[in-house]
């Protein structure tokens, strides 16, 4: 079992930045594949960033790419967002998501713990 718990989160001006953070605990945090979902209002949770274990591969959405970075300390148990050029666009609940194992996915259901979210909200 692993707990998740997100931080960071905010209202900002458009083209502003935020980082999110979301500290993990409970059985060895390290070993888990991290990742990030965001869920807009009568919109569906989608995918935003992941990243490996390790912190070698990470993997991004289209809509993020150049925007967002993923990044994790695993000393501190921590996986963090850095958002900058922030849009309406991207206004939603940002989720932290944890996985058993190295492999990094995309899909909603390869994830197994789940954060409780914070609220985003970009003013344009």
């Known amino acids: 079992q692993v707990q998740l718990v997100e931080s960071g989160g905010g209202l900002v001006q458009a083209g502003g930045s935020l980082r999110l953070s979301c500290a993990a605990s409970g059985r060895t945090a390290s070993s888990y594949t991290m990742a990030w979902f965001r869920q807009a209002p009568g919109k569906e949770r989608e995918f935003v960033s992941g990243?490996?274990?390790?912190?070698?591969?990470?993997h991004s959405a289209d809509s993020v790419k150049g925007r967002f970075t993923i990044s994790r300390d695993n000393a501190k148990n921590t996986v963090y967002l850095q958002m900058n050029s922030l849009n309406a666009e991207d206004t939603a609940v940002y989720y932290c998501a944890a996985r058993v194992g190295s492999a990094l996915y995309t899909e909603i259901y390869q994830y197994s713990y789940w954060g409780q979210g914070t609220q985003v909200t970009v003013s344009s």
């Open positions: 990243i490996s274990w390790s912190g070698g591969s990470a």
